[in-house]
């Protein structure tokens, strides 16, 4: 029985099928099932063989023989493939190649029992490598004897292969690879299963090793199955460490690169500064990136790389500059030399020009270097150029005191009108226009200098002084108006005694004195004497002390003009006879008139009869416990009486019996006047002038009637009646 594709009915596109069945022994039937007709070559064709023994037991074993031709062309082994399905798997079995075709025994010649009942089903497939019309015919040979028991034979005919799309696909984990020196190859899988591929990357068939993308083509290399895919491979490079370091630095024109440590080490490294590639030279701070560049390894680093402004140093000088009315800068010097620099005065860009002090700063502005430094800019005045009054010119104040409040002041200025200090100044008085304290000054910070003091001179009226100052030409001129001192003067009288008798001498000592501090010149004095004396007989004597002066003697009424310096007086002794046939008080009154200043002084005596007895002089005004008689002497034309006087002995202004005649007829009066002493001879109504002493010594020498006093500067004498020898009492004050 023949059968296509399991069909007794041929099937439609057999284009030819030969059946040429010889049946040795009726009971073994051979049936041969598959296709035959549009068989593709190089197409493992199965076939389903069926042996049957539908009678007794056969008596010998079989084999089967097959036999292949295709009507007289020559075969050969490599035209078919014929194989058996046995133990699982495909086995080929080895074709003999006969005169017309090839042969091959299934399962060897040995054979196998064919029992009654035997039925068995074989699956069997033959691929043809050419194509055309293949007659095969299958016989069941007895082992032993070699008949031929059943046969079955088949045309197929084959055909071109009609070329099936197989699927590719990548295994994902092949297409990616880490770089390590070896080949990396991708894999793939078909569909169906197990299909051959040929594979190429970026067009070569070598799997790569170095890192990087390939393009990777895997193409189906089957007789029966076309197809490919593509992907791309990548090889990624090993991961590599990068230290940075030398990353700090300082300014010294040269270029400075930071240094680059791979791990592993070695390997080829790109670095750049800000994107250049060049290592920077200028102070700065620039953005270091360092990049892998050896093949198979990737990896960067990046960092900031600081090169640090160099230290300069700045000097200022010309510090100190005198004003000219033009900009003064300090001077600025740089180490390095040539630095770019930037000054501020006080926080200004513009050098000053006005004379003060200013905090200067110098900043270095360089790229590439730093520093700074300070200084303080003093800008003095310039040259004295000009002298003025600093306030007013013209005062008021006392003659004979200092001047009060402000005093005479003057401003130096350089031409800018700035002040300048250090100028000596020298003020000086005027003709008469008093005395000056602290004349020498010198100009302060402000170029002011004022006068210490300025006692204005004693005579009221105008003061002057000049000002002027070392190196300037012109000075400046004050003046000061003294008004007179009121109240100043005063005068006091008295003639030592509280009595006297008629007939008889009556001296006063009067003092005028100025005890302010203003001279007060043209004093008018005046004492007109009361009607108790008799004017013809009165006489004066002026003494000036301390300077003053006043007219040295006179007779009359005392009428005199003085001038009393300040701290001057003038003491008067004026002695005048006391008229007979009078009684009561004597009352006497001197007055002192200086511009609308009146002073005056009054001194009242009792007219007394007598008092002898305890009287010294006759009328008992000379007494006073503080005088003792100290020796007698006596008096001739042979012999004179001598003694001393000592100044220090004598109260001041106080008149004092210096030596008598006992009998009264004359007596030696002495006063002290500041230093000086003044004697006198008195006898009955006659007095002498008065006189200075010119040393201790005092001697009284009697020429007949005549006494004379030596030792005065002055000859005194008076007439004594009755001539010598006269007994003389010496007196002592204590």
């Known amino acids: 029985v023949i059968t296509a594709d399991g069909s007794a009915t041929p099937v439609s596109n057999t284009e030819s099928i030969h059946t040429d069945v010889s049946v040795l022994a009726e009971d073994i039937q051979l049936t041969l099932n598959g296709p035959v007709a549009g068989v593709e070559v190089e197409a493992p064709t199965a076939y389903i063989g069926r042996l049957q023994n539908l009678g007794g037991d056969l008596a010998e074993n079989g084999y089967v023989h097959v036999r292949i031709d295709m009507a007289g062309q020559v075969l050969v082994p490599a035209d078919v493939t014929l194989e058996v399905w046995d133990g699982g798997a495909w086995v080929t079995g080895t074709p003999t190649v006969v005169a017309d075709g090839l042969e091959v025994a299934f399962p060897d010649t040995t054979g196998f029992a064919i029992p009654a009942g035997f039925d068995y089903t074989h699956q069997f497939r033959i691929t043809y490598h050419r194509t055309g019309v293949f007659h095969a015919t299958a016989t069941v040979i007895g082992a032993t004897s070699g008949d031929s028991h059943a046969s079955a034979e088949m045309f197929t005919e084959v055909i071109a292969q009609s070329i099936m799309t197989a699927s590719v696909l990548f295994d994902p984990a092949s297409l990616h690879a880490v770089y390590d020196g070896m080949p990396h190859a991708a894999s793939a899988t078909t569909l169906p299963a197990g299909l051959a591929l040929d594979y190429t990357y970026n067009g070569s068939s070598t799997p790569p090793t170095a890192a990087g993308s390939y393009v990777v083509q895997a193409t189906v290399n089957d007789s029966l199955y076309q197809g490919s895919a593509t992907a791309v491979l990548v090889i990624a490079p090993a991961s590599a460490t990068l230290s940075l370091g030398n990353l700090t630095h300082v300014y010294d024109g040269n270029p400075h690169a930071a240094s680059v440590v791979t791990n592993p080490a070695g390997l080829a490294v790109d670095v750049t500064y800000d994107g250049d590639p060049t290592a920077p030279t200028d102070a700065g701070s620039y953005s270091v990136v360092a990049t892998i560049t050896e093949p198979g390894y990737s990896g960067s680093a990046s960092g900031t790389l600081t090169i640090a402004k160099a230290a300069a140093t700045v000097t200022i000088s010309d510090t100190t500059q005198a004003w000219d009315g033009t900009p003064r800068a300090v001077t600025v010097v740089t180490n390095p030399v040539g630095l770019t620099v930037d000054v501020t005065y006080?926080?200004?860009?513009?050098?000053?020009?006005?004379?003060?002090?200013?905090?200067?700063?110098?900043?270095?502005?360089?790229?590439?270097?730093?520093?700074?430094?300070?200084?303080?800019?003093?800008?003095?005045?310039?040259?004295?150029?000009?002298?003025?009054?600093?306030?007013?010119?013209?005062?008021?104040?006392?003659?004979?005191?200092?001047?009060?409040?402000?005093?005479?002041?003057?401003?130096?200025?350089?031409?800018?009108?700035?002040?300048?200090?250090?100028?000596?100044?020298?003020?000086?008085?005027?003709?008469?226009?008093?005395?000056?304290?602290?004349?020498?000054?010198?100009?302060?910070?402000?170029?002011?200098?004022?006068?210490?003091?300025?006692?204005?001179?004693?005579?009221?009226?105008?003061?002057?002084?000049?000002?002027?100052?070392?190196?300037?030409?012109?000075?400046?001129g004050f003046s000061a108006t003294g008004a007179p001192v009121t109240g100043a003067?005063?005068?006091?009288?008295?003639?030592?005694?509280?009595?006297?008798?008629?007939?008889r001498l009556l001296t006063y000592t009067i003092t005028v004195g100025n005890g302010g501090s203003a001279d007060a010149n043209g004093v008018a004095v005046e004492d007109s004497l009361p009607d108790e004396f008799a004017v013809a007989t009165a006489h004066w004597q002026c003494i000036p002390v301390n300077g003053a002066t006043c007219t040295s003697s006179g007779s009359g009424d005392l009428l005199d003009t003085i001038d009393l310096p300040a701290g001057s007086s003038v003491v008067y002794l004026l002695t005048a006879r006391v008229v007979d046939d009078i009684d009561g008080m004597i009352d006497n009154t001197v007055t002192v008139t200086f511009g609308t200043e009146i002073e005056s002084a009054s001194d009242s005596t009792e007219i007394v009869i007598f008092r002898d007895g305890f009287e010294l002089g006759g009328d008992g005004a000379e007494w006073s416990s503080d005088i003792e008689p100290v020796a007698a002497n006596s008096l001739s034309e042979t012999e004179a009486v001598t003694?001393?006087?000592?100044?220090?002995?004598?109260?001041?202004?106080?008149?004092?019996?210096?030596?008598?005649?006992?009998?009264?007829?004359?007596?030696?009066?002495?006063?002290?006047i500041g230093k000086l002493v003044l004697v006198r001879l008195l006898a009955g109504d006659q007095a002498s002038a008065w006189s200075v002493l010119d040393g201790e010594h005092v001697a009284l020498v009697l020429l007949g009637s005549r006494l004379s006093l030596v030792g005065a500067q002055a000859d005194l004498s008076l007439a004594v009646p009755g001539g010598g020898p006269l007994p003389v009492e010496l007196f002592t004050r204590h």
Request: charged letters at 10%; zero cysteines; a negative charge.
């Open 489 to 503: 003067l005063s005068v006091t009288k008295t003639d030592g005694r509280s009595g006297t008798q008629v007939g």
């Open 643 to 672: 003694f001393t006087v000592a100044p220090g002995t004598l109260a001041q202004l106080q008149r004092v019996v210096l030596a008598q005649a006992v009998d009264r007829s004359f007596q030696v009066e002495a006063i002290a």
């Open 346 to 476: 006080d926080g200004s860009t513009t050098a000053p020009s006005a004379v003060g002090s200013y905090a200067v700063l110098a900043t270095v502005t360089d790229a590439n270097h730093s520093g700074s430094a300070n200084a303080t800019l003093t800008i003095t005045h310039g040259a004295a150029d000009s002298i003025v009054a600093n306030g007013p010119i013209a005062f008021t104040g006392v003659a004979g005191q200092p001047l009060a409040g402000a005093l005479p002041s003057v401003k130096v200025t350089d031409a800018g009108g700035n002040p300048v200090a250090g100028v000596a100044i020298t003020f000086s008085a005027g003709l008469d226009s008093g005395t000056l304290t602290g004349a020498m000054q010198t100009t302060d910070h402000n170029g002011i200098a004022t006068l210490g003091g300025w006692i204005l001179d004693a005579t009221p009226g105008t003061n002057t002084l000049v000002a002027s100052a070392a190196g300037v030409a012109g000075t400046v």
